[in-house]
């Protein structure tokens, strides 16, 4: 009777390991932590690579940095690795996931960003040493799984875009509003 209790078990088991196995090995490719949306692409000082780490995606995606284009998702080996130049220590890098087959842009950084609001990316800061892994989401108002495409950035870290950003964007926005209801007044 334990021996058979003990063989069941040993098979259950088996199923269970080969279960977790197939379904956490699901995509090939490294997908950047949740709860790194939304965050910036900052440059550290120096040469910046970029490498394609691999997809999902259904659809045509292009990679750019501001009108440069990097990659492909179907057209670029994976493991391919492209210099961006070098940049100062501080420098944003504003990447956009351009979407061949529907037209749709999306950048990193925060979902304003975005047409639909949302944030498209996940950075992850030292996913290797000195290297950020940001993942995108492809489709137009989600599902925001974020495994679409992986890129890495070598010279990078992640960075919370700072409260005095959006207090400076607030007071500006402010202060246009008040000049155009002043002429609005003067007008009449």
Known sequence: MFQVL???F???????????AVSTSAFAFPIAAPGTEGLLVIATGGEIKATYQGN?????NDLYLDSTFIFNNHAT???????????????????????????DDFFTGPASRNPDGHAHARVESG???N?????????????FDYNDLSFSFTNTIAAVPEPETYAMLLAGLGLLGFATRRKKVSVM
Request: charged content about 10%; cysteine-free.
């Open 131 to 143: 290297t950020t892994l940001v993942s995108f989401e492809d489709l137009n108002g989600g599902p």
């Open 10 to 20: 040993a098979r259950l088991a088996t199923v269970v390991i080969v279960a977790g």
């Open 77 to 103: 080996p994976v493991g391919t690795e492209v210099s961006l130049g070098t940049f100062s220590a501080g420098t944003e890098l504003i990447f956009r996931l351009h979407v061949n087959n529907t037209g």
């Open 6 to 8: 003990f063989h069941v």
């Open 56 to 60: 999902s995606a259904a659809y045509s």
């Open 127 to 129: 996913w290797l040493p």
